[in-house]
């Protein structure tokens, strides 16, 4: 009974830890050299079809996944399963069974979720039913059953129904199959090499340090040693980060499980994030879940790398990798932009480019290159920039688009020409993009002349819509505006004063909007094409605008009415131009703010004093 309750506290404990952990604790255990294995006790399970399934088999190899719905590196391991190249192979079957005791219906939904035929999946509604002993009868026959270990338990069977091995932990397709070809030979099509491309970031040192510190104060609080940087540790967190950035999962893009990207220690863990914008909030996530704070405060590690690698768009991703070796410690700060060569599977390979671009004819001659970049399947808003070293490229007609080796598009002439660009390490892999060049064909139109514009024929392109005009005819002339008629030009609203073709005067008598915060005041205004002086400003014309903090007055004023600025209580700054100024109104300046500055020419300064003095505003207004 004992061993029973061990038992049923280790998987309980593995169903709250699992799926927030980042460690992929993998224990790979054999049978002792020259022992053919174990004899393959015989269980049967039923699929989500209500049929039966034998645990026993002649003349296939199995593999059996033991895990849960909800555990991360169960979902991990079936769905590298399920897009492998051997799923399909009539030398091998697969089952997957639930040990939790989850409903038919729920593990159905499991299935949908990947897709594949070849796995047969099984549930098992009774608590503590077939799949539960199964599952612990061949676990128990590489490990200690009370010692717990890591889901999913994944148990190989030989064609000689000889269990081999049960592996723990998360497992990659090509990690199962390189164990399976240990014992077996099997028949199935052997995928071709994965492809191999360059990606460029930025690599972020300064993180590195900020992480290492906040990582080593929170192992302080709890009395554990602090961890070390180290050297190749850190160069195989940054590659890591590079990769996550490609493919976001604790198996590599090549397909391999993480660990394999570095050979030393015999203790291993790795924390991944993407997204978060600094390591104070990607600690903040780490710090809160369980199985990343885990690995940061296992007391068993001296090591850790730290990798930050920064995509396209500013994207964070983040790696911790630990190990229980010594440390080389590094020297490092700063930002590096970098390049990284990463080997993914075709089929998590998703190139993207601007599918369609198109020209004008004025274009022609003009240089450009492709944006190639990839969406990450795991973090779609992952897309790292891919290196046009990486590719070859070919336009379909050169007289339209020319591109060189270095993939520069040379536009050439009008017309349609796709440009493609194939991956060099897998020419089966490209992306294209459609440029298109249209030509001047020009249509006339003539333009009658206004009393605003010029006439004129105007000849416009219509495959790129640029346009010139020639044959111009003077304008027809505009009335004179006038005496006292109010114009709206711009901001503001002014009243003629006085009315000619030259020399016209005019009073800015009220802004438009009552809410400006500046206001500048010219010195002229343009009204139907006759320029007028703008000589005074009216009274009560900002009175009351709570929101104006600066006004500039133009060189041409000669009058500010009565309460011109009365109430404008956050006026702070009034700037004179003119050197006309002749006068002030009552409470022109009447509540503006107390501290208020109002600069004059300086050769004016002692007349204007006296010309602001009394008109409203505080004492402590000064004037310069």
Same mark, same amino acid.
């Given at each position: 009974?004992?061993?029973?309750?061990?038992?049923?506290?280790?998987?309980?404990?593995?169903? $709250?830890? /699992?799926? $927030?952990?980042?460690?992929? #604790?993998?224990?790979?255990?054999?049978?002792?050299?020259?022992?053919?294995?174990?004899?393959?006790?015989?269980?049967?399970?039923?699929?989500?079809?209500?049929?039966?399934?034998?645990?026993?088999?002649?003349?296939?190899?199995? @593999?059996?996944?033991?895990?849960?719905?909800?555990?991360?590196?169960?979902?991990?391991?079936?769905?590298?399963?399920?897009?492998?190249?051997?799923?399909?192979?009539?030398?091998?079957?697969?089952?997957?069974?639930?040990?939790?005791?989850?409903?038919?219906?729920?593990?159905?939904?499991?299935?949908?979720?990947?897709?594949?035929?070849?796995?047969?999946?099984?549930?098992?509604?009774?608590?503590?039913?077939?799949?539960?002993?199964?599952?612990?009868?061949?676990?128990?026959?590489?490990?200690?059953?009370?010692?717990?270990?890591?889901?999913?338990?994944?148990?190989?069977?030989?064609?000689?129904?000889?269990?081999?091995?049960? /592996?723990?932990?998360?497992?990659?397709?090509?990690?199962?199959?390189?164990?399976? *070809?240990?014992?077996?030979?099997?028949?199935? *099509?052997?995928?071709?090499?994965?492809?191999? $491309?360059?990606? =460029?970031?930025?690599?972020?040192?300064?993180?590195?340090? +900020?992480?290492?510190?906040?990582?080593?104060?929170?192992?302080?609080?709890?009395?554990? #040693?602090?961890?070390?940087?180290?050297?190749? &540790?850190?160069?195989?967190?940054?590659?890591?980060?590079?990769?996550?950035?490609?493919?976001?999962?604790?198996?590599?893009?090549?397909?391999?499980?993480?660990?394999?990207?570095?050979?030393?220690?015999?203790?291993?863990?790795?924390?991944?994030?993407?997204?978060?914008?600094?390591? +104070?909030?990607?600690?903040?996530?780490?710090?809160?879940?369980?199985?990343?704070?885990?690995?940061?405060?296992?007391?068993?590690?001296?090591?850790?790398?730290?990798?930050?690698?920064?995509?396209?768009?500013?994207?964070?991703?983040?790696?911790?990798?630990?190990?229980?070796?010594?440390?080389?410690?590094?020297?490092?700060?700063?930002?590096?932009?970098?390049?990284?060569?990463?080997?993914? +599977?075709?089929?998590?390979?998703? /190139? =993207?480019?601007? *599918?369609?671009?198109?020209?004008?004819?004025?274009?022609?001659?003009?240089? &450009?290159?492709?944006?190639?970049?990839?969406?990450?399947?795991?973090?779609?808003?992952?897309?790292? *920039?891919?290196? /046009?070293?990486?590719?070859?490229?070919?336009?379909?007609?050169?007289?339209?688009?020319? @591109?060189?080796?270095?993939?520069?598009?040379?536009?050439?002439?009008?017309?349609?020409?796709?440009?493609?660009?194939?991956?060099?390490?897998?020419?089966?892999?490209?992306?294209?993009?459609?440029?298109? @060049?249209?030509?001047?064909?020009?249509?006339?139109?003539?333009?009658?002349?206004?009393?605003?514009?010029?006439?004129?024929?105007?000849?416009?392109?219509?495959?790129?819509?640029?346009?010139?005009?020639?044959?111009?005819?003077?304008?027809?002339?505009?009335?004179?505006?006038?005496?006292?008629?109010?114009?709206?030009?711009?901001?503001?609203?002014?009243?003629?004063?006085?009315?000619?073709? =030259?020399?016209?005067?005019?009073?800015?008598?009220?802004?438009?909007?009552?809410?400006?915060?500046?206001?500048?005041?010219?010195?002229?205004?343009?009204?139907?094409?006759?320029?007028?002086?703008?000589?005074?400003?009216?009274?009560?014309?900002?009175?009351?605008?709570?929101? &104006?903090?600066?006004?500039?007055?133009?060189?041409?004023?000669?009058?500010?009415?009565?309460?011109?600025?009365?109430?404008?209580?956050?006026?702070?700054?009034?700037?004179?131009?003119?050197?006309?100024?002749? #006068?002030?109104?009552?409470?022109?300046?009447?509540?503006?703010?107390?501290?208020?500055?109002?600069?004059?020419?300086?050769?004016?300064?002692?007349?204007?004093?006296?010309?602001?003095?009394?008109?409203? +505003?505080?004492?402590?207004?000064?004037?310069?």
């Amino acid at each position: 009974m004992r061993k029973q309750f061990l038992r049923c506290l280790s998987m309980l404990m593995f169903v $709250l830890i /699992l799926p $927030l952990m980042g460690l992929i #604790s993998t224990i790979k255990v054999q049978a002792v050299e020259g022992q053919s294995g174990f004899a393959n006790p015989e269980y049967s399970f039923t699929t989500i079809d209500d049929s039966a399934i034998s645990t026993t088999s002649k003349g296939q190899v199995t @593999v059996i996944v033991f895990g849960s719905l909800t555990c991360g590196n169960t979902q991990a391991t079936t769905k590298s399963i399920s897009g492998s190249s051997w799923v399909s192979s009539s030398d091998i079957r697969v089952i997957f069974a639930d040990w939790t005791n989850k409903p038919k219906a729920e593990v159905s939904a499991f299935a949908k979720t990947y897709g594949c035929d070849s796995i047969t999946f099984c549930y098992d509604e009774k608590a503590q039913g077939t799949i539960y002993h199964a599952m612990w009868a061949y676990y128990g026959l590489f490990h200690d059953p009370s010692a717990g270990g890591t889901l999913p338990f994944t148990a190989l069977i030989d064609k000689n129904n000889q269990v081999r091995q049960v /592996l723990t932990g998360n497992q990659s397709a090509n990690s199962i199959m390189s164990e399976i *070809e240990k014992f077996e030979d099997v028949d199935y *099509e052997k995928p071709a090499p994965n492809p191999s $491309l360059d990606i =460029k970031g930025t690599e972020n040192y300064d993180y590195v340090n +900020q992480v290492l510190e906040l990582v080593n104060q929170t192992r302080a609080a709890k009395g554990v #040693s602090p961890l070390k940087l180290d050297q190749q &540790l850190v160069e195989s967190a940054m590659q890591r980060a590079a990769e996550i950035s490609m493919y976001y999962s604790h198996t590599r893009p090549d397909g391999s499980l993480c660990f394999t990207i570095s050979d030393r220690g015999t203790k291993k863990a790795e924390n991944i994030a993407v997204g978060q914008s600094s390591p +104070q909030h990607v600690m903040d996530s780490w710090n809160n879940s369980s199985g990343h704070y885990a690995n940061i405060m296992d007391a068993d590690m001296t090591s850790i790398g730290i990798g930050c690698f920064v995509d396209r768009k500013g994207i964070c991703h983040w790696v911790q990798f630990f190990d229980n070796a010594a440390a080389a410690e590094p020297s490092v700060s700063g930002t590096k932009e970098v390049s990284r060569s990463i080997t993914i +599977q075709k089929s998590w390979l998703h /190139l =993207k480019t601007q *599918e369609k671009q198109e020209f004008s004819c004025k274009d022609i001659n003009r240089t &450009l290159k492709m944006d190639i970049f990839h969406t990450n399947q795991e973090f779609a808003s992952s897309n790292p *920039e891919l290196l /046009l070293s990486s590719f070859t490229f070919k336009s379909d007609k050169e007289a339209v688009a020319q @591109v060189q080796e270095d993939g520069t598009v040379l536009l050439k002439g009008p017309g349609k020409a796709m440009i493609t660009a194939s991956l060099k390490s897998d020419a089966s892999i490209s992306v294209c993009q459609t440029i298109s @060049v249209s030509q001047h064909n020009y249509t006339d139109k003539v333009i009658a002349p206004t009393q605003t514009n010029k006439g004129y024929t105007l000849h416009t392109c219509t495959s790129c819509n640029s346009s010139y005009k020639d044959s111009y005819v003077p304008r027809l002339e505009k009335p004179v505006p006038q005496k006292n008629k109010v114009y709206k030009v711009g901001k503001f609203q002014y009243k003629v004063i006085k009315s000619a073709k =030259k020399g016209g005067t005019v009073e800015l008598k009220a802004p438009i909007n009552k809410k400006l915060k500046s206001v500048s005041i010219d010195s002229t205004v343009k009204i139907n094409g006759y320029t007028f002086k703008i000589s005074s400003i009216a009274k009560n014309a900002f009175k009351g605008n709570g929101k &104006l903090e600066k006004v500039t007055i133009g060189a041409n004023v000669t009058k500010i009415g009565a309460n011109a600025f009365s109430d404008c209580k956050k006026l702070k700054k009034i700037t004179i131009k003119s050197k006309k100024l002749q #006068s002030v109104g009552k409470n022109a300046l009447k509540n503006i703010y107390k501290k208020a500055v109002i600069s004059v020419p300086k050769e004016k300064k002692k007349a204007y004093k006296k010309l602001f003095n009394g008109k409203g +505003q505080k004492k402590t207004v000064i004037i310069k």
